[in-house]
């Protein structure tokens, strides 16, 4: 049985790269189903496709899958990211049935109006000094094909808690902590008067709902690491989902704290 949101926001999704958990993705999206799905960039990695051409069926039954949902009545809005910026170019255009949006404002249920973007715009790294942005995803891809190997070990053992290599040396390293809350920052403190109660992104591989001096910052996170996703009820709350495949385990989730009353 799926579950029913008013929206649901899901990002770097890394389709097209080695790093896509595609079974996990498509098993979201199969017990999953929304009025309104937003695409928080970084779909398609085409940083990893100029690399090396990887595309197996799963990732095309990926898109499929989404396209489907567009023509059954879902409203998907793409808001591309810096690995799928060439798509940036086609701002409100239409391709099968989903828009193409450099932002969007999204209203909930309860009135509240949020940015939603990829973030890289707020990242000075990846504005500023691409080549170290590209550099550190060098390093981010090598984290993510060791922790393949080691899932699948894990696997084997009969292990089954999750476990991400990147995410545990990501919060090992001092300065990497310093730069998600740098970036987390900067995005509020750019955005907070501009008549919003909030902004909705990724980017980063961290998945947030938090409240920085009454602005609400939500990170939709990724469907690399954690694979996590951001939904609206019904009600207008938000909701922060970790994602775990139905078919091996339950569905593990963490709520976090419903949309204050920020007006």
């Given at each position: 049985m799926n579950t029913p949101y008013r929206t649901i926001w899901i990002s770097d999704l890394h389709i097209g790269s080695t790093q896509c958990q595609a079974d996990t993705l498509?098993?979201?999206?199969?017990?999953?189903?929304?009025?309104?799905?937003y695409l928080v960039g970084d779909i398609i990695d085409f940083w990893a496709l100029s690399k090396k051409m990887y595309w197996p069926r799963d990732h095309n039954t990926i898109i499929q899958k989404i396209l489907r949902k567009a023509r059954h009545g879902t409203q998907i809005i793409?808001?591309?990211?810096?690995?799928?910026?060439?798509?940036?170019?086609?701002?409100?255009?239409?391709?099968g049935d989903i828009i193409v949006k450099k932002s969007d404002i999204h209203t909930?249920?309860?009135?509240?109006r949020f940015l939603v973007v990829h973030g890289d715009e707020y990242d000075t790294i990846a504005q500023h000094h691409q080549w170290m942005a590209r550099l550190g995803s060098v390093g981010y891809d090598w984290l993510i094909e060791i922790n393949r190997v080691l899932r699948m070990v894990?696997?084997?053992?009969?292990?089954?808690?999750?476990?991400?290599?990147?995410?545990?040396?990501?919060?090992?390293?001092?300065?990497?902590v310093q730069f998600i809350s740098h970036y987390e920052e900067s995005i509020v403190r750019t955005l907070k008067n501009e008549g919003l109660d909030g902004v909705i992104c990724g980017h980063i591989h961290h998945a947030e709902i938090?409240?920085?001096?009454?602005?609400?910052?939500?990170?939709?996170?990724?469907?690399?690491?954690?694979?996590?996703?951001?939904?609206?009820?019904h009600d207008g709350s938000l909701e922060l989902l970790k994602w775990r495949k139905q078919e091996t385990e339950l569905l593990?989730?963490?709520?976090?704290?419903?949309?204050?009353?920020?007006?």
């Open positions: 498509l098993d979201f999206l199969k017990h999953n189903d929304s009025e309104k799905l793409y808001v591309p990211g810096n690995h799928d910026e060439n798509v940036r170019d086609y701002d409100d255009y239409v391709f909930t249920k309860l009135g509240k894990r696997r084997l053992l009969g292990i089954q808690s999750h476990f991400s290599l990147a995410a545990f040396v990501k919060f090992k390293v001092k300065n990497v938090k409240d920085i001096e009454g602005f609400l910052y939500v990170n939709t996170g990724d469907f690399v690491e954690s694979c996590t996703a951001i939904v609206e009820h593990t989730h963490q709520m976090e704290p419903v949309l204050p009353d920020i007006g």
